[in-house]
């Protein structure tokens, strides 16, 4: 059973910084095709916002180029998305999503907060 469970969520003040985790079991993320974060904002769609490939490329949405950074840990099995910089525009539930044998898995999603 494929589970991943994020966490580091939380409200902080414009020009702040937070990093958030992702942690699966189940599955293996180093050896995933990708592993990506998505946000979704209130009263809008869910967007993707940065992948990991399994060769450790990075690629990012033009709206977090050069602030955000995804990163993994394979000796922790964790996804990381960290973030600085951050606007206003970046409030939204923040999700992490991988592929596991071909099928998309989704964590619970945490709330990122970013006060003006």
């Known amino acids: 059973q494929v589970q991943l469970v994020e966490s580091g969520g939380g409200l902080v003040q414009a020009g702040g910084s937070l990093r958030l985790s992702c942690a699966a079991s189940?599955?293996?993320?180093?050896?995933?095709?990708?592993s990506d974060w998505y946000r979704q904002a209130p009263g809008k769609q869910r967007v993707l916002v940065a992948t990991?490939?399994?060769?450790?490329?990075?690629i990012y949405a033009d709206s977090v180029k050069g602030r955000f950074t995804i990163s993994r840990d394979n000796a922790k099995n964790t996804v990381y998305l960290q973030m600085n910089s951050l606007k206003p525009e970046d409030t939204a539930v923040y999700y992490c999503?991988?592929?596991?044998?071909?099928?998309?898995?989704w964590g619970q999603g945490t709330q990122v907060t970013v006060s003006s």
């Open positions: 189940g599955t293996i993320f180093s050896i995933n095709a990708r």
């Open positions: 999503n991988t592929f596991h044998l071909g099928q998309p898995y």
């Open positions: 990991i490939t399994i060769g450790g490329t990075t």
